[in-house]
């Protein structure tokens, strides 16, 4: 595993607004780049990390949350509902916050590393 560069907003805006494009196939270099991913947010202190941040346009997420990690490869958002409001930040804007408001319980369709599909429903 490697610790891999996070891309910065002030000099990559236009990259990291980008739209990523779907996984058609999960390789051993897909997984090699899910731990590579994990391992970036850990040491850079972040609780979820997409591959755009780290220079890949493909539809890859990892959250790690209290209850457990979590990888995401072609995420949908299917279901949402509520409304929370809060202070947040991102790993591309570093020493930056800003209140957002983000629904309070999602539920979301992706890929795991094995390409099972699987479900996923929380409250943040």
């Known amino acids: 595993m490697a610790v891999l560069n996070i891309v910065k907003e002030e000099d990559n805006e236009e990259f990291l607004r980008k739209k990523s494009r779907e996984v058609s196939e999960i390789t051993p270099r897909i997984r090699t780049l899910l731990d590579d991913m994990v391992e970036t947010m850990r040491a850079a202190n972040g609780c979820g990390l997409a591959a755009v941040q780290v220079g890949v346009l493909r ?49 979301v369709e992706a890929l795991d590393r094995n390409g099972n599909k699987s479900g996923f429903q929380n409250q943040f």
């Open 59 to 107: 539809r890859i997420v990892v959250i790690e949350t209290e209850e457990g990690l979590f990888e995401f490869i072609n995420p949908v958002i299917t279901r949402k509902s509520g409304v929370q409001e809060g202070a947040e930040g991102c790993l591309s804007l570093p020493g930056k916050w800003g209140m957002t408001k983000r629904p309070q319980c999602v539920t």
